[in-house]
């Protein structure tokens, strides 16, 4: 909490899942980011696209509900009345951030 609805509602579908997970961020969507995400060994999750708003919560709780792995990574490829996005989520807000970071590295 003390971020937006969206990110918290987010947050507490992985919690569901993953207790261990307790901080995320969102960031822009891009390829290149995804690919250094990759290259990190973060355990990634691709959704979308989504055929409406509404989806999005379904999709994400279907898709974490399957993996074996904790996810590190939420790839959104968003949809019809929703922009592509990462999620990123850890432990610590910290952990979140110096993930996060990586997309900036060279």
């Known amino acids: 909490y003390g971020g937006s609805r969206h ?3 987010i947050l507490l ?3 569901k ?3 261990g997970i307790r ?3 969102v960031i822009k969507y891009s390829e290149q980011c995804v690919v250094k995400l990759q290259k990190s060994r973060l355990t ?3 959704i979308g696209p989504h055929s409406n708003p509404g989806d999005l919560y379904r999709d994400i ?3 974490i509900g399957k993996t ?3 996810p590190d990574v939420v790839v959104d490829k968003g949809g019809l009345g929703l922009e592509p996005v990462i999620y990123i989520f850890g432990s610590s807000a910290m952990e979140v951030v110096e993930r996060a970071l990586k997309c ?3």
């Open 17 to 19: 899942y993953w207790r």
């Open 104 to 106: 900036i590295e060279s």
């Open 44 to 46: 990634i999750i691709e």
């Open 68 to 70: 074996k792995e904790k």
């Open 7 to 9: 990110t918290a509602l």
């Open 13 to 15: 579908i992985v919690r």
């Open 61 to 63: 709780e279907e898709e």
């Open 23 to 25: 901080a995320a961020i």
